[in-house]
Protein backbone atom coordinates (compact mmCIF):
# COMPACT_ATOMS: atom_id res chain seq x y z
CA UNK A 1 0.00 0.00 0.00
CA UNK A 2 2.75 2.69 0.71
CA UNK A 3 4.74 1.93 -2.81
CA UNK A 4 0.99 2.99 -4.46
CA UNK A 5 0.68 6.02 -2.18
CA UNK A 6 4.26 6.98 -3.01
CA UNK A 7 4.18 6.63 -6.53
CA UNK A 8 0.73 8.14 -6.92
CA UNK A 9 1.95 11.41 -5.30
CA UNK A 10 4.73 11.40 -7.09
CA UNK A 11 2.43 11.18 -10.96
CA UNK A 12 0.13 13.62 -9.56
CA UNK A 13 2.07 16.20 -9.16
CA UNK A 14 3.95 15.36 -12.44
CA UNK A 15 0.12 15.57 -14.04
CA UNK A 16 -0.71 18.52 -12.54
CA UNK A 17 2.98 19.68 -13.49
CA UNK A 18 2.84 19.04 -17.63
CA UNK A 19 -1.05 19.24 -18.16
CA UNK A 20 -2.40 20.83 -21.08
CA UNK A 21 -5.54 21.25 -22.63
CA UNK A 22 -6.29 18.85 -25.51
CA UNK A 23 -8.47 18.64 -28.77
CA UNK A 24 -11.35 16.67 -29.84
CA UNK A 25 -8.61 15.06 -32.19
CA UNK A 26 -7.00 12.83 -29.07
CA UNK A 27 -10.06 10.92 -29.59
CA UNK A 28 -10.07 10.38 -33.01
CA UNK A 29 -7.68 6.45 -32.17
CA UNK A 30 -10.61 5.61 -29.38
CA UNK A 31 -13.20 6.98 -32.27
CA UNK A 32 -11.57 4.70 -34.67
CA UNK A 33 -11.29 1.69 -32.47
CA UNK A 34 -15.23 2.06 -31.11
CA UNK A 35 -16.03 2.32 -34.56
CA UNK A 36 -14.71 -0.77 -35.39
CA UNK A 37 -16.43 -2.50 -32.33
CA UNK A 38 -19.96 -1.89 -32.76
CA UNK A 39 -20.19 -0.79 -36.14
CA UNK A 40 -23.12 1.14 -36.30
CA UNK A 41 -24.72 -0.08 -33.59
CA UNK A 42 -25.40 2.34 -30.07
CA UNK A 43 -23.64 2.07 -27.35
CA UNK A 44 -23.59 3.25 -23.62
CA UNK A 45 -20.57 5.47 -22.56
CA UNK A 46 -19.58 5.80 -19.48
CA UNK A 47 -17.43 8.48 -19.14
CA UNK A 48 -15.84 11.08 -16.08
CA UNK A 49 -16.19 14.23 -15.53
CA UNK A 50 -12.67 15.91 -15.20
CA UNK A 51 -11.17 17.43 -12.32
CA UNK A 52 -8.19 17.48 -11.11
CA UNK A 53 -5.82 18.09 -13.95
CA UNK A 54 -8.02 14.88 -15.52
CA UNK A 55 -7.52 14.68 -19.19
CA UNK A 56 -11.15 16.87 -20.72
CA UNK A 57 -13.27 13.63 -21.59
CA UNK A 58 -15.93 15.77 -22.44
CA UNK A 59 -14.35 17.06 -25.65
CA UNK A 60 -15.38 13.73 -27.44
CA UNK A 61 -18.48 15.22 -26.88
CA UNK A 62 -17.50 17.64 -30.06
CA UNK A 63 -18.09 14.20 -31.98
CA UNK A 64 -21.80 13.31 -33.76
CA UNK A 65 -20.89 9.77 -33.59
CA UNK A 66 -20.32 10.31 -29.78
CA UNK A 67 -22.95 12.44 -28.76
CA UNK A 68 -25.71 10.62 -30.26
CA UNK A 69 -24.99 7.79 -28.03
CA UNK A 70 -25.83 7.08 -24.40
CA UNK A 71 -23.49 8.70 -21.89
CA UNK A 72 -23.60 7.47 -18.59
CA UNK A 73 -21.50 9.52 -15.70
CA UNK A 74 -20.75 7.90 -12.54
CA UNK A 75 -22.30 8.83 -8.76
CA UNK A 76 -20.55 7.84 -5.85
CA UNK A 77 -23.22 6.42 -2.97
CA UNK A 78 -23.03 6.39 0.84
CA UNK A 79 -21.31 3.14 1.00
CA UNK A 80 -18.47 4.34 -1.29
CA UNK A 81 -19.36 2.27 -4.27
CA UNK A 82 -20.27 3.79 -7.61
CA UNK A 83 -23.04 3.26 -10.10
CA UNK A 84 -23.51 4.89 -13.64
CA UNK A 85 -26.92 7.33 -14.61
CA UNK A 86 -27.28 8.46 -17.55
CA UNK A 87 -26.39 12.27 -18.71
CA UNK A 88 -27.04 14.83 -21.70
CA UNK A 89 -23.81 17.60 -22.46
CA UNK A 90 -25.22 20.77 -20.40
CA UNK A 91 -27.59 18.81 -18.50
CA UNK A 92 -27.29 19.93 -14.65
CA UNK A 93 -25.21 18.46 -12.85
CA UNK A 94 -24.88 18.09 -8.83
CA UNK A 95 -21.52 18.20 -6.89
CA UNK A 96 -21.07 14.83 -4.36
CA UNK A 97 -18.65 15.10 -1.22
CA UNK A 98 -15.35 15.26 -2.92
CA UNK A 99 -16.20 17.96 -4.88
CA UNK A 100 -16.90 16.03 -8.34
CA UNK A 101 -20.00 16.91 -10.83
CA UNK A 102 -22.07 13.80 -10.65
CA UNK A 103 -25.59 13.63 -12.91
CA UNK A 104 -28.92 13.70 -10.89
CA UNK A 105 -30.08 10.12 -10.19
CA UNK A 106 -32.34 8.88 -12.65
CA UNK A 107 -31.91 5.00 -14.05
CA UNK A 108 -28.97 2.91 -13.21
CA UNK A 109 -27.05 1.77 -16.32
CA UNK A 110 -23.79 -0.78 -17.11
CA UNK A 111 -21.57 1.15 -19.76
CA UNK A 112 -20.43 -0.72 -22.83
CA UNK A 113 -17.19 0.80 -22.87
CA UNK A 114 -15.97 3.29 -20.18
CA UNK A 115 -13.26 5.51 -19.84
CA UNK A 116 -11.36 5.46 -17.00
CA UNK A 117 -10.02 8.49 -15.18
CA UNK A 118 -5.63 7.53 -13.61
CA UNK A 119 -3.32 9.00 -12.44
CA UNK A 120 -0.31 6.53 -13.87
CA UNK A 121 -0.44 3.64 -15.68
CA UNK A 122 1.83 0.17 -17.09
CA UNK A 123 2.55 -1.14 -19.71
CA UNK A 124 0.67 -3.88 -18.89
CA UNK A 125 -2.43 -1.97 -18.60
CA UNK A 126 -2.83 -1.66 -14.86
CA UNK A 127 -3.85 2.08 -13.54
CA UNK A 128 -3.84 3.79 -10.35
CA UNK A 129 -6.43 5.99 -9.10
CA UNK A 130 -6.82 8.06 -6.44
CA UNK A 131 -6.54 5.36 -3.98
CA UNK A 132 -10.50 5.20 -3.08
CA UNK A 133 -11.20 2.03 -5.34
CA UNK A 134 -14.13 3.02 -7.06
CA UNK A 135 -13.61 1.90 -10.47
CA UNK A 136 -11.60 -1.29 -9.48
CA UNK A 137 -14.61 -2.17 -7.09
CA UNK A 138 -17.26 -1.14 -9.93
CA UNK A 139 -15.15 -3.29 -12.67
CA UNK A 140 -14.79 -6.14 -10.29
CA UNK A 141 -18.57 -6.13 -9.80
CA UNK A 142 -19.86 -6.07 -13.24
CA UNK A 143 -16.97 -7.67 -15.28
CA UNK A 144 -18.35 -11.04 -13.46
CA UNK A 145 -21.82 -10.02 -15.11
CA UNK A 146 -21.16 -8.08 -18.40
CA UNK A 147 -17.79 -9.33 -19.65
CA UNK A 148 -18.42 -7.50 -22.63
CA UNK A 149 -17.75 -4.03 -21.00
CA UNK A 150 -14.66 -2.23 -23.07
CA UNK A 151 -12.70 -0.13 -20.74
CA UNK A 152 -10.08 2.02 -21.77
CA UNK A 153 -7.81 4.55 -19.49
CA UNK A 154 -6.97 7.60 -20.71
CA UNK A 155 -3.86 9.60 -20.05
CA UNK A 156 -0.65 11.37 -21.03
CA UNK A 157 1.93 9.57 -22.11
CA UNK A 158 4.44 11.22 -19.63
CA UNK A 159 1.88 9.17 -17.05
CA UNK A 160 3.54 5.80 -17.79
CA UNK A 161 5.18 4.12 -14.69
CA UNK A 162 7.61 0.80 -15.76
CA UNK A 163 5.50 -1.51 -13.43
CA UNK A 164 2.97 -0.74 -11.11
CA UNK A 165 2.24 -2.20 -7.31
CA UNK A 166 -0.60 -4.86 -8.20
CA UNK A 167 -2.78 -7.21 -6.27
CA UNK A 168 -6.03 -9.24 -6.57
CA UNK A 169 -8.60 -6.21 -6.80
CA UNK A 170 -7.05 -4.31 -9.37
CA UNK A 171 -8.21 -4.46 -12.41
CA UNK A 172 -6.69 -4.67 -16.01
CA UNK A 173 -8.14 -2.14 -18.31
CA UNK A 174 -8.38 -3.32 -22.31
CA UNK A 175 -6.64 -0.31 -23.75
CA UNK A 176 -4.79 2.83 -22.96
CA UNK A 177 -5.02 6.29 -24.38
CA UNK A 178 -2.30 8.59 -24.81
CA UNK A 179 -1.74 11.47 -27.26
CA UNK A 180 0.61 9.15 -28.92
CA UNK A 181 -2.23 6.45 -29.41
CA UNK A 182 -4.09 3.89 -28.30
CA UNK A 183 -2.64 -0.02 -27.02
Not at 160 to 170: E, Q, S, T
Request: aromatic share 16%; proline share 4%.
Amino acid sequence: MRQKKTVRKKYHLLRKKKYYEISKNFFIPFLDLIKSKFKKKKFKLGIYYPSSFEINVLKLLEFNYISNQNILLPIIKENNSMNFFPWKKNEVLQVNKFGMLEPIKSNLNVPNVMLVPLLVFDSNKYRLGYGKGFYDRYLNKYLKKFKNILTIGVAFSFQKHHKLPINNDDVKLNYILTEKGIF
